[in-house]
């Protein structure tokens, strides 16, 4: 019997019927309570094993522009309205342990990185564009090819895809010029750009950085770059939550349907330079 195993007294037994004592009033409203904390934490619970609520945590080793990334965030969010992302940035050495590490879901970096204990996959691609101050003088060429840019000095991050950049202006160059000049400097995208409009130097970026607004620079594409840069995402295999499976299979099937919208404009003979966004 209950109040056997409770040593109190429930119920007051009389003639006319049975009632609540004082501590039993008391005892069931906070049992009540009990089992309507019970029943939110099962359905909590629920809603996060199968996807529809809980969190999901994102590395970046740049902001969001503009192409894929944002307009996939944005498809999942209208999906999952419950989930709550947030989003880290940081150097692409760091958002890779913070993968490891279980500190972060999955992270999206520049090229197709081989790391251990995780799985990558390349998602998109970008074309990869020359960044200038207004005045420079290749700003009025008809075209600009890598034999253009030999002599000129790249400013290259230690952060985001910074390293990345700098193996490329490496490979691109070797064959015009043995020592290309390349400051590597530990700062952020703004201060980089600045620097470029200041005459510093210049930089590389991808396609989708070309929405922002940045004063006194301008983006050009370099006509004998022959192959566009990759991005890719890292996420740990032992990582099951319902949360980054679901966002990993939209992630494929937009990329599916990036690739397909880029081949389509590849393919339109009237496409011009300047391909415009694929993204609906």
Known sequence: MLE??????????????VRLTEAGRHFLEHVAIGIGHLDHAVKTAGMIACGEQGRLRVGLHSSIADGFLPDLLNRYRNRHPNVDIEIVEGRTKDIIRFVREERLDVAFVLGTPTVEDCHSKPLW?????????TR?????AEEIRWTDLAAE????????????????????????????????LDIGRDTLMCMVAQGYGITLT??????????DVVFRPILDEP??????????????????????????????????????????????????????
């Open 4 to 17: 056997q195993d409770l040593g109190i007294l429930l119920f007051e037994r009389r003639h006319r019927g």
């Open 125 to 133: 691609s970008e074309t990869l564009v020359v960044v200038l101050p």
């Open 136 to 140: 420079h003088i290749l700003v009025q």
């Open 153 to 184: 000095t790249f400013l290259v991050r230690h952060g985001g895809g910074g390293p990345q950049m700098y193996d490329h202006v490496v490979l691109r160059l070797a064959e015009h010029w043995r020592q290309p000049s390349i400051r590597r």
């Open 206 to 215: 991808s396609q989708a950085m070309t929405k922002v607004l940045f004063p």
């Open 227 to 280: 192959e566009p840069i990759v991005f890719s995402a890292v996420w740990s295999p032992f990582n099951r939550g319902q949360t980054l499976l679901d966002f990993l299979s939209l992630a494929q099937q937009r990329s599916r349907e990036f690739a397909k919208a880029m081949n389509e404009a590849a393919a339109t003979p009237a496409a011009s330079s300047q391909r415009p966004d694929p993204l609906p």
